[in-house]
DNA sequence: TTACAGAGGGTACTGCGTACCATAGGCTCG
DNA sequence: CGAGCCTATGGTACGCAGTACCCTCTGTAA
């Protein structure tokens, strides 16, 4: 008799106990199915497999699982509504810089997988090698990307009624949505590779950062000034020292003149 | 009769004289499965109504597509084999800027549906309301995605032996690539969301110039040295160009007559 | 002519996902 | 206390995508 079998008799069955929770249904097929897809291979895992071993019948599991491949990610959903909520709550007020809150809302999908290490590293391996579940992550990986192109593009045409900037807000938001889910997947998988071992939160914070510095708070006003677009070598740091109300022409001059010396 | 069945008919019956090329089976049957499509919608339709009115037998079907969703995207395949291609060819060389070179060859997706822009629109309809063709897309999408991803990694981390720094260029390049993907994207959305009259062009232009403003080739130097954020007063902001290896005093000094001159 | 290769066709099978119905345990309300 | 009821679960049957295996036809080369 399997673990889960074991577990599953001893809730339902006569000697259960008042203190003994019966565990959830959904639990017990998400853990049957994750121990056959680690035995066999997903593919070579059949529904009917899963059932036997959590010793249910097979309707039970579509009831909890709309497909095979949903078992193997069973709390993205949660995790999904986490993130809509936290941005409902923490990512409103001129204070708080979007950039900064969809960095701070993936952190939540980092959170996930950091707390069962092992699990997201079996997990990670057997999604590499499974099309169907590529395929799939993909598409929960998209609804992360939504749920923050979404807030963005609220924080980007807010209190702008002309559509041009709508638009161009939405546009903005598309890419820097993108880009932040890139980048945490990116320290992510370095955590996954890792084996779990290393600290998840710093390799997707030190990923993050190369969108912050682009894309957040100050590096955005930087920008938002047209730029002079300077040759600059990989070599050269740049330092300037101007006023802030300086005219702009008079801070490119400057900086002009100095690579001009080397 | 269908149209597809006339012309299946007559390019294989007796009286298909030399001249009449034989149309191929792959554009016929997409044709009817993309009639189908459009009259009783994806999910309603059966592979058996395909191959019944392209007049071939089913096991036809599969033998050109591998999946009913492919036969949506006929031409992603060739695309994707001339954006890998096109980076191979037109990309080498230090004289062109990566985010320039990836931006070209995602014009290439833009092209491609710019070529038929009325299918181009119903397929895109199509798409947005059924589950299956988004989560077929996503993949596509990926693929191309991983494209220009690999392509940027190899010029990030061309010359450069330290491993770190080959980590930073996938990083960089899986952050560029995922955020010129969804500039090009939205470009192409706003395009096929206006019918297909616009200029497909002008519209994935429009949208990645906010890509190659941030991450083209002037901005990009700029940025990624290590900026020296120094509090003068309040009201100053610090940017100084200088070599790396020049010497302090030298920094000191310019900084110094800098702040002198206000 | 035979040998062969390549394009197409047909049949049967596996397995996911769904629709429909049946059953059992705990609940309230009369 | 029992009748209804609601929720959770089990069971059966079906549609259909995708695959494996084998057959037929046609053109071509030896």
Not at 79 to 95: K, R, S, W, Y
Not at 96 to 109: G, Y
Not at 221 to 226: K, L, T, Y
Request: net charge negative; glycine share 8%.
């Amino acid at each position: 008799m399997t673990e889960v079998q074991r577990r599953r008799k001893a809730a339902t069955g006569p000697a259960a106990g008042p203190t003994a929770a019966k565990p959830p249904m959904r639990e017990v097929l998400a853990e049957a199915a994750f121990e056959l897809f680690l035995e066999r291979g997903f593919e070579q895992t059949t529904v009917d497999d899963i059932v036997a071993r959590a010793g249910v019948g097979r309707r039970s599991f579509f009831r909890y699982f709309p497909s095979k491949e949903d078992a193997v990610f069973p709390d993205h959903e949660r995790c999904l509504a986490d993130m809509t909520e936290f941005l409902e709550t923490h990512g409103v007020g001129d204070a708080v810089d979007p950039v900064d809150a969809v960095c701070d809302a993936a952190r939540l999908v980092t959170r996930m997988y950091a707390a069962n290490p092992e699990f997201s590293v079996q997990r990670y391996r057997l999604t590499r090698e499974v099309p169907g579940l590529r395929t799939y992550e993909l598409s929960v990986v998209r609804r992360y990307e939504r749920t923050l192109a979404g807030y963005l593009r609220g924080r980007y045409s807010a209190a702008q009624a002309s559509e041009g900037v709508v638009a161009e807000g939405a546009l903005r938001a598309e890419v820097i949505a993108a880009a932040v889910v890139a980048a945490h997947n990116n320290g992510l998988r370095t955590w996954l590779r890792s084996g779990g071992q290393d600290d998840a939160d710093a390799a997707v914070d030190h990923a993050l950062a190369l969108v912050r510095n682009v894309w957040g708070s100050g590096a955005e006003r930087a920008r938002s000034a047209p730029r002079a677009e300077v040759a600059v070598s990989e070599d050269d740091v740049i330092v300037m020292v101007a006023p802030k109300g300086a005219p702009l022409w008079r801070v490119v001059q400057r900086i002009e003149s100095a690579l001009g010396e080397d």
